[in-house]
């Protein structure tokens, strides 16, 4: 069972989910669709549900300790290090450029062709007609199954497909439509939160109970 919330924001932006710390959600913004090295990155207050702040053109490399560094992509590559409260520069402290490893669950990516895909796409079609293309995010989070797909040709539509152990159905999100490419990570689970971005605006949570 799903206790459901969602924060709708005031543009559309092609969104990847990234880290949390300190009571934030991270997300890297592609500011260009055509171009994925134009990235920016939003904060976001988990208790709050506001956007706390976002900086353009910026890359994450590093969370820690309430920091974040990067790189600031403006003018060529700048190493930056940003409080993570508030997003402004701390010029005077360094820390260790390497990935964390945050409490996050984030689903197995299975691509078109392999076994593991086939048996989600066969699973799929028996349960609900659904014919998955190009890659299938698979996630087993205590008596459920939740499946991330993409359907249909050159105008893609993505869907978040959640099963109980009995094999029934009981969540449908349409993430996106008219998509002109595949997404990865489009979900994740924190903290007992179902959390993903639906029509590149609404960020979306339920709760499990």
């Known amino acids: 069972m799903f206790l459901w919330e969602n924060v709708e924001f005031d543009e559309k932006w092609w969104i990847s989910l990234g880290y949390v710390s300190h009571g934030m959600l991270l997300f890297t913004l592609y500011t260009d ?14 208790q709050t549900r506001e956007v706390k702040w976002w900086k353009n053109n910026f890359v994450i490399a590093s969370v820690s300790g309430g920091l974040i560094a990067g790189h600031d992509t403006k003018f060529g590559s700048r190493e930056v290090c940003l409080e993570i409260a508030s997003g402004t520069e701390a010029p005077d402290v360094k820390i260790e450029f390497q990935l964390q490893n945050f409490k996050l669950i984030r689903p197995l990516q299975y691509i078109q062709g392999t076994d593991h ?93």
């Open 117 to 209: 895909f086939e048996s989600v796409k066969s699973f799929l079609e028996r349960k609900c007609s659904f014919s998955p293309v190009h890659v299938v995010e698979y996630c087993e989070y205590h008596s459920l199954i939740l499946i991330s797909a993409f359907t249909g040709q050159t105008d893609l539509a993505n869907y978040l497909i959640v099963f109980n152990s009995e094999g029934d159905r009981v969540l449908k999100e349409q993430l996106g439509e008219n998509l002109k490419g595949i997404a990865y990570d489009t979900f994740f689970i924190l903290s007992g939160f179902l959390i993903f971005v639906k029509n590149k605006r609404e960020l979306i949570s339920y709760r499990f109970v």
């Open 33 to 46: 669709t055509n171009n994925p090295e134009k990235k920016s990155v939003i904060a976001f207050d988990i």
